[in-house]
């Protein structure tokens, strides 16, 4: 089946540096959704992209979609500590049936 | 906060036996998915149900179960517990007309000793 592929698996920064995690598929994804999940906690939705090409920001997080719709990859600038969690991408294959396909996240820890 | 419950919390069973987690849907969403989530990993679907009907499932054996109620609210059961299904088990709703961003509760963290 369709598997997205997630790296770095993890990434520590020190506050205030950028940081980014890669989403790639071997196949053509139909959209890519991003999750964050705090330590302990459940994931959260941040954004789903859809077309070839598309970027989306929102405050310091930037999103991207590949043009072949293959990869999918997710900036941080600046990071706080608030942005410490495992960020995952998963595809989501529409219509009706919301079977969300994770990758395996990447942990972000953030050194203040 | 996304409006999706679930109980129990936490929970320690044993090998062999029966557990039946327990789902409440965000008021208005008429779809509801289970995911597993293992130490360590993303999450991975189990199935979804959608007017009390299983519609999808992922790779799970038939002792993996599920109900989803008139009030949209959801059970998951599984039966005969291996010490592999210990895991953080993750309900999600949804409105199946919407762009497919899933609400997900704080989930059950099932232990199998």
């Known amino acids: 089946g369709q598997q997205v592929m997630q790296i770095p698996q993890y990434q520590h920064v020190q506050e205030g540096e950028d940081f980014t995690t890669y989403c790639n598929s071997s196949?053509?994804?139909?959209?890519i959704q991003w999750y964050k999940q705090r330590p302990g906690g459940h994931p959260v939705f941040l954004i789903q992209?859809?077309?070839?090409?598309e970027v989306k920001k929102q405050k310091r997080l930037t999103f991207q979609f590949g043009e072949a719709k293959k990869n999918s990859s997710l900036h941080i600038t600046a990071t706080q500590t608030t942005d410490v969690g495992t960020y995952f991408c998963a595809e989501n294959s529409g219509g009706s049936n919301y079977k969300l396909t994770f990758g395996k996240g990447t942990l972000l820890t953030v050194n203040p | 906060e996304t409006g999706v419950t679930q109980s129990p919390t936490h929970l320690i069973k044993t090998r062999g036996q029966q557990v039946t987690l327990r789902c409440s849907s965000q008021s208005g969403h008429n779809t509801v998915s289970w995911y597993q989530q293992a130490l360590g990993q993303g999450p991975q679907f189990i199935f979804q149900y959608y007017r009390e009907e299983e519609n999808g499932r992922g790779n799970f054996p038939p002792r993996f179960s599920g109900l989803q109620f008139p009030n949209y609210s959801s059970e998951l059961n599984v039966n005969a517990l291996e010490l592999d299904d210990s895991a953080l088990y993750l309900c999600?709703?949804?409105?199946?007309?919407?762009?497919?961003?899933?609400?997900f509760g704080e989930g059950s963290r099932l232990t199998v000793l």
């Open positions: 999600a709703s949804s409105l199946v007309d919407r762009t497919g961003e899933l609400f």
């Open positions: 992209l859809v077309k070839s090409g």
């Open positions: 196949t053509t994804l139909s959209n």
